[in-house]
């Protein structure tokens, strides 16, 4: 089983989630290029690279074939390996991890990130009370610690990879890069777990957002919501010779599925993986 990131995310996000299936597979996590520890070269950032990433890393270690989970940002790469290296892919699992192609085309609601204050960086505590209150989210100490930069008082100064690494991995899923993703050619079974918004609960940062940002977001909403139903209903389409896809849908959950959900996640990875739902 290999187990790919989320922008921003390094292997060890992935580090309780992983024993929930170590029972059963080889379990192995990639952090991709430009997020610490693997290397941060100045290009490589769009899908096919990074595929082709995942693909090497398996070559290095002798696997002709797993089954790939991917979180948010890797739904372009799961999708990529199943389209172009099939003979690699058993089977596919997205965690809220959608065809973030079309997300470019419609201006996107006000974000959590700007409400993040110096306080809140004063340390790795605080930083992840931050992220717990507005992204509903509190990761494991160890992909923070690669993930963000310390001064010798422990406060959170930076990120470790480069604005310019991260502005275009987002690049390398807008639709002009990437085109959307043509489900017909993904031959091998696909679960996909999603957590759409919902109009009651809207987003963990919402409350804290001020008046006018809030306003904006109340205009942007709904057609958020009508993307995720849209990704949702065409990664649910059958088509003629490919298994019938799976959705669960986790609606109002926090986009870390597989940490705010786990219970839920692990039991429907394993009905899907065939593999024993009692016990371990």
Not at 40 to 51: F, H, K, L
Not at 112 to 139: H, K
Not at 196 to 208: D, R
Not at 231 to 252: M, Q, R, S, W
Request: negative net charge; aromatic residues 12%; hydrophobic residues 40%.
């Amino acid at each position: 089983m290999v187990l790919l990131t989320g922008s921003g995310d390094n292997a060890h996000v992935y580090d309780y989630f992983a024993f929930q299936f170590t029972n059963f597979f080889h379990v192995i996590g990639i952090t991709r290029r430009g997020w610490l520890p693997s290397s941060q070269p100045d290009s490589g950032y769009d899908v096919a690279t990074r595929a082709a990433d995942d693909i090497k890393v398996l070559d290095a270690l002798g696997i002709k074939k797993a089954v790939f989970v991917g979180h948010s940002i890797a739904g372009a790469e799961l999708s990529k390996l199943g389209a172009q290296y099939p003979s690699y892919v058993e089977k596919l699992v997205y965690l809220d991890a959608s065809d973030l192609s079309a997300r470019n085309s419609f201006p996107d609601v006000p974000g959590p990130f700007d409400l993040i204050t110096d306080a809140d960086a004063s340390s790795i505590f605080t930083f992840q009370a931050a992220y717990a209150r507005l992204l509903g989210v509190r990761e494991p100490p160890m992909p923070i610690c690669l993930s963000f930069a310390f001064d010798k008082e422990g406060r959170v100064t930076d990120t470790t990879t480069p604005d310019a690494i991260i502005a275009q991995l987002s690049a390398g899923v807008s639709s002009l890069a990437n085109p959307p993703t043509n489900w017909a050619e993904i031959k091998a079974p696909r679960l996909g777990i999603v957590a759409p918004p919902t109009v009651e609960g809207k987003l963990p940062w919402y409350p804290y957002l001020s008046p006018a940002d809030q306003a904006v977001f109340d205009e942007r909403f709904p057609r958020l919501l009508q993307w995720y139903s849209e990704v949702i209903g065409k990664f649910g389409e059958t088509h003629a010779g490919t298994p019938v896809p799976v959705v669960f849908l986790l609606p109002g959950s926090p986009h870390y599925v597989y940490i705010n959900n786990e219970a839920e996640v692990v039991r429907q990875m394993r009905t899907f993986l065939g593999l024993p739902v009692q016990g371990n």
